[in-house]
Structures are given as C-alpha cells and as structure tokens.
C-alpha cells in the first residue's frame, strides 16, 4: 500500500464511462456460495462472478483462479471478466499478484486452482492458440542489444511463423515512432525508446488482446504521455482489448475503461469507475475509490 | 524452432568469446599437427613407410607431439568450446528478460532448448569439420599425405564421436545455465566441473582400481594382478565421458589399436606367440574397430542425452514467474 503512488491528474469523471456490466455481487462463479469478505477490513468485496455468464463478449473470463507458491497464495480465487474492446486497469502495489495473475493468462505459469479462459481458449492446454493471438509486455521486457530495432521485431515475427512480415514491421515501428532508428542497435535506445520497441513487438503479431505490465515504468513525463497515447489509440484503431497492469492511478485513471483492484491476490472489485464510485457512494475519483476498497474504509 | 536455431546460430559465429576459443583451438591443433607432420616425415624419409603402412594420414591426429596428440588434445579441451557456448545460454536471457519474451511467443517451451541445443551441436559440428577439412588439406600439402578412403571414414567416425562427446558438455552447460541463475556462478560450475572430470576423475579411477586390484609389488605385477587391474580400470573408465573418448577415439583412429582387454592377452603371450602374431595380424578392418568401440559409444552416447535430458526437464519444469 505504501509502496502505491497517486495524483491528482485525470481523475475526473470523464474517466469513469466504462464498457463493464452491471455487477453481479454475492455469488460465487463455481459453486453458488456466498463470497466471504475477501479482506480482514470491513471494504465490500465487488468484485464480479463472471463464471457461468454469457462469455460471447468475453475476451478474459477467469474463475476461482488461484496461485500459491509453496504456502504462500500469490493470487486468490480470482474471478474476473474482461470485455471485448475494453482497456482494462489492474491495480494494485508491487507485490499485489499483478504480474503472476497475467502469466497465468497467457500460460506461462500454471494455476494452483480455478481456470482461465482467454478468447475462449485455455491457456493450460492450447497455449499456443492464446499465445498467437495475445501480445505481452513484460515488466522488465529485455531486448537483443546486439540487434537493431529491425532485427528484435523480425525475430518476433519468425517466432509467430509470419511470412514477409518486412511491410508489417516498418509499419508498426512507424505507430511506435521508431522508423528513423530502425536500423540502429537497441543496446543504444533509451529506456522511452525501448518501452516503444516492446509496444511494437506485441503489436507486430496483429494481436486481439495485449497485456501491458507496468508499461510505463521508468519513462520520463514526455515517455509516459506518448505510451499512453498509443494505448489509448488500440482498442480504436486496432480493435484491441488492453488488460494495463500498473501500481500508478493517475496514469490508468487516463485510459482505462475499466478497473480491477487486486491487494495480496484478492480481487477487491471491478467495474467502470464510474460504478464503482455508484456502490462506493464516492465521486468518480480513482485516488478515492481505490483507498476505500484498498484499506477498507471511506476515503 | 528454426527461427531459435537461426538466430542462436548467428550468436554463436558472431560472438567473441567462441571465436576466440575456436582460434585457440585451431591454432595448437595446427601446431601439433605441424609437429606431428614432421615425425611422419621422418619417419617416411628415413625409410620406415611401411611401419605406418594403412595409417599414415590418421598419425597426424594420434601421433603425440610436443605434449599430446592432437586427439588428445580435443578430449581435455574440446569441451570448453560446449561449455563456452552453453553455460549462460539460459540465464543470460532470463536476466535480459528476453526469456519471458520468446516463451510469450507462439512457440512450445521445448522448443526454445532444443533449438539452443541443436545450434550448439550445429555449431560444434561445422567447426569440427572445418579444423579436420583444413588438417586434412595440411596432410596432402605438407607431409605429402593422401588419406585412403578407410582413414577418411575413420576420420569421419572420429567426427561424429567428438560431436558426440561435446554433445554431452554442451548438455552439462546448459544444465548449469538452468541450475544457475547467476551467469557467473554457471561459468564458475562449469570450469570447475570441466577441471574435475578431466583432470582429476581419471587420477581416481587410476586410484580406484589400484584399490579394488591391488599389486602386491608394484615393481613386479603378477599376470592375475594385471588382469584385475586392467578390467578394474576399464569398468571404472565407463563412468568417465573424457575416458570413454579416449579410448574410443584411439580405438577408431588407430587400426592397430585393439583395445584394454587384447592390450592385456598380447601381453600375456609367450613371445613366440606375440612375434607370430606379429607377422601375421596388420591393422583390423573399420568394421571390427566399431564393434569393440561401440559399447563405448553407446555409454558417452548415453551420458550426452542423460545431460540433455536432465536440462531439458528442469526447463520444462521451471515457471516464469514475476519475482
């Protein structure tokens, strides 16, 4: 909690029109029973029963999705339901199960409990279907420094099979700003410049879904308004859902459609911020609704 | 798994560190074949062209030089060019993040380190082949040797049993670049790992048997003592892949090399015996130098999969995760 960072910027209610449904609150996705408080503070616990509704429009629908490490539970019986064309904010502080909840949807890291589905597929037995039609953005995403910025996205196409993918990759470098460095060794990209590179190779695949993990992590203010800029653009000009995973409010209050608020792998609730200010009784402000739920009282 | 093959291809002949290692290795295998060239020459001008009679060319890899053949020398430092191209082939990209990116890709998980694998064998293969393609053109220019057509199968066999071999510290590599997480660590393990055994295993098993077989006077063995030693020594030499290679590579090299176990009866013979043996036995057919080396084979074969398979598990095994 401490660790969260906010401001003031771009919480206003402009922010709070979402593409979520109406929540469902109370019953459980699998097995009909009551959803226990999911945390020792008195905050309710929103947080949808996506399970046995209709997925069509679905393009992530998790139930009961659970991940322990040993004794510890990194992420905790999570139900979620993500839309098609939505940008979805997962909040929560570094440590929150975030990151853990993202692989588990593209496969990389098997659930303990529960089950995934991601554009109708399962990503423990067909990875390879959700991994061909999701882009991922890792944290600390890593690059070829003895490539040029041409060469990491021509290696991403070969890994996805894509035939004369060279139009592609000068187009998506053009969306990402690059074009002019195309030729240049990613080794000498400044971090800003590397965070586009990384949009670039998830978008070269033509992806349906992108996650987003942390993506603006270590930018400079210019950094963060172009990132966010290009994300906002997506679900638009690409017919995109982008699930953003980040610890910074303002930043997903900017663009998200929806939000998903996780705290030690508890999904505290989901919805459009606008509904959530609605069962809060809170004005359609991010920072707030976020420390109501986060520490279970009102902001 | 191409593209991983591919890409990890180009790593490997554009990294400095290989070619380094692979001048090293070229430059003191031209040495001792250039040593080794002169003593044939000798030998040839002195007359004695019946003496290496059916193995002249192969005499350039077996025949010890200034301090070993150039066989030899492959089997104690042919590995650092596996383990130089192995040994952070898979943390490195775990630390550069680069390894949650290829896995998020479309591709299976065993894909990534078989194709590492293969482009390590690849790469071994090509480099095996150039230094003996560029020997064999220093044998037909500099001594004057023309390699028969057995040498030159025997020199192929020769290749694929040093594929083989490195195969299996290519494998041991990779498995410390999965075990580690630090690239230091894994170098460290792995030159650590290389120095025990082929340094130090073949002192213990020399050890080993002199304890399961001992000489009551070391001076004078008896006949039964040698017996037991010598089959003490080679079932102990099965757990070591440096030995293993040795004695196959001296096996397939060298057609009148018979193996421990024939070493031994020859030794045993009156001497009347070993003159007409002498006399009438040359050099045995490829045929036969593969049936006694193949339970050798088949062993270093194993070990090489064992490493690889143990690499490949642990992998499969290993989770992505965020911290």
Known sequence: MDELKTTDEGSGPENGAGAGEALGEGVSPRDGEALKPSSPHSAPNDAETPAKEDSSEAVILAAGLTKRYGRETVVDNLDLRIERGDIFGFLGPNG????????????????????????????????????????????????????????????????????????????????????????????????????????????????????????????????????????????????????LSSHLLYLVSKVATRVGILKKGKLLAQGSIAELAGKTGLEADLEAIYTYYFRGEAA | MLAVIKKELADHFGSTRFLIIMSLIFMVSFLLTHLAGRAIGDVLTEGGSELLEGRTFLLLFTAPAAFFSLSVFLCLFGPL????????????????????????????????????????????????????????????LGVGVVPSADELVRLALFGLL??????????????????????????????????????????????????????????????????????????????????????????????????????????????????????????????????IVMPDLLILACFSLLAFILSYVLFIKQEIRSV
């Open chain 1, 96 to 243: 929150a199960g975030k990151t853990t909840t993202l692989l588990m949807f593209l496969g990389l890291t098997l659930p303990s409990a529960g089950s995934v589905r991601v554009l109708g597929e399962d990503p423990v037995k067909e990875p390879l279907k959700v991994k061909s039609q999701v882009g991922y953005l890792a944290e600390n995403m890593g690059f070829y420094g003895d490539l040029t910025a041409y060469e990491n996205l021509s290696y991403v196409c070969e890994l996805n099979k894509m035939r004369d993918y060279g139009e592609k990759v000068e187009e998506v470098l053009g969306l990402v700003g690059l074009s002019e460095v195309a030729g240049k060794l990613v080794s000498e990209f400044s971090r800003g410049m590397r965070q586009r590179l990384g949009l670039a190779e998830v978008l070269v695949k033509d992806p349906k879904v992108v996650f987003l993990d942390e993506p603006t992590l270590g930018l400079d203010p210019d950094g963060i308004n172009t990132m966010l800029e290009l994300i906002t653009r997506l679900p638009g000009e690409r017919g995109l859902t982008v699930i």
């Open chain 2, 81 to 140: 060019v596996s383990l130089v191209l192995g040994f952070d082939s898979i943390n490195r990209e775990r630390n550069q993040g680069t390894l949650s990116k290829i896995l998020s890709q479309p591709i299976h998980r065993d894909e990534v380190i078989l194709g590492k694998y293969l482009a390590g064998l690849i790469t071994i293969a090509i480099m095996l082949a150039s230094l003996f393609l560029l020997i064999t053109g220093f044998g037909l």
């Open chain 2, 162 to 291: 040093s594929v083989v071999y490195m195969g299996f510290w290519l494998g041991l590599a990779i498995l410390l670049s999965i075990c580690f997480r630090s690239v230091a660590t894994s170098a460290m393990a792995a030159a650590a790992l290389w120095i025990f055994i082929v340094f130090f295993l073949p002192i213990l098993i020399q050890a080993g048997a002199s304890a399961i077989a001992p000489f009551n006077d070391p001076q004078r063995p008896q006949a039964e003592e040698l017996v037991s030693f010598t089959r003490a020594h080679k079932i102990l030499t099965l757990a070591s892949p440096a030995g293993l290679f040795t004695e196959s590579s001296s096996m397939l090299l060298d057609p009148t090399h018979r193996g421990s176990d024939e070493a031994l009866q020859i030794a045993l013979m009156s001497r009347l015996d070993r003159y007409l043996l002498s006399r009438f036995q040359g050099g045995i057919s490829i045929g036969q130098s593969l049936i």
